[in-house]
Structures are given as structure tokens and as C-alpha cells.
């Protein structure tokens, strides 16, 4: 976890926003976003898609490689997390149940970073890859960024 450097290129869309940003054309990932829209009833959470020119911007400010956007990430209250934390920490803010996702940081650092290194490594050719990246439906276009 790191704090989001201030970066006014960067940031200025993000400030004071949650955000999940998420591999577009990947299935698993999309299915990721379908399940926070409809679980993140607060609407806590914005979205970016890692392919746009914000989520680019991001991935490279963040040190990131973009070419295959083998990690998602989720900024909250200015925090970064990737990986295996970043889901925990998306989806443990839920609420409810929901907050039982957090024990996966329980987990050894190189053991979650093995396990979430094989599922993204292999994520296309598992759950499938779309053509293009989802096109937002008219009532959660606003939750998009960039």
C-alpha cells in the first residue's frame, strides 16, 4: 500500500474519490466491476477503465506496466492498493458480509502475490477476453472517470 503522490496530470480527476480501476477487456475483471455496481450501494466507489487514457496516466504514475494491466487497483482515501489488496480492500468496504474478504490479507505476501500472479497471468485464456472494453450503460455512465 502507498499514499497517492499529488500529481495534478494525474490525480485531479481522482481527488477525494474512490476508485476502482480495472482491465476492460478482460472478463474476469468486468465481472469484477458488475459485482461492485451492484454491491457498492453508497455508490462509494468511481471507475476507470485501465486501457483509457486516465487509467494509462495512472499505470504509469504508479510505476506500473500498462501493455497487459496484470493488476487492478483501488484508491481509497488516497491509499494505492494493488493486487490481492486491492480486492480485499474494494470489497471488504462493502460492508455486511462483505468485510470477510479482508481475511484474505492474512494470507503470506508471497503466497497472495503467487496466487493473484497466476490467476492474472492466466485470466484470458480462463475466463476469456471481450473484443472491446464494456461500454458503460446510461445509469452508471457517471460513475465513470475519463
Not at 465481472?31 to 451492484?38: N, Q, S, T, V
Request: with cysteine; glycine share 8%; aromatic share 10%.
Amino acid at each position: 500500500m502507498a499514499r497517492l503522490a499529488p500529481d495534478p496530470h494525474v490525480t485531479a480527476l481522482t481527488q477525494g474519490r474512490d476508485v476502482v480501476v480495472f482491465d476492460g477487456v478482460c472478463v474476469l475483471c468486468s465481472g469484477f466491476l458488475k459485482f461492485m455496481l451492484k454491491h457498492d450501494r453508497a455508490e462509494r466507489f468511481s471507475f476507470v477503465v485501465a486501457q483509457s487514457e486516465l487509467g494509462e496516466a495512472l499505470y504509469a504514475h504508479l510505476g506500473l506496466k500498462s501493455a497487459d494491466y496484470d493488476t487492478n487497483v483501488v484508491i481509497m482515501d488516497g491509499v494505492i492498493y494493488t493486487k490481492l489488496d486491492a480486492f480485499a480492500a474494494a470489497v471488504g468496504s462493502l460492508g455486511g458480509i462483505w468485510r470477510a474478504a479482508r481475511l484474505v490479507r492474512v494470507l503470506p505476501r508471497p503466497l497472495a502475490d503467487w496466487l493473484y500472479n497466476r490467476i492474472a497471468r492466466n485470466r484470458y485464456s480462463v475466463f476469456g477476453r471481450m473484443e472491446s472494453c464494456m461500454v458503460p450503460t446510461p445509469d452508471v455512465k457517471a460513475r465513470f472517470l475519463g
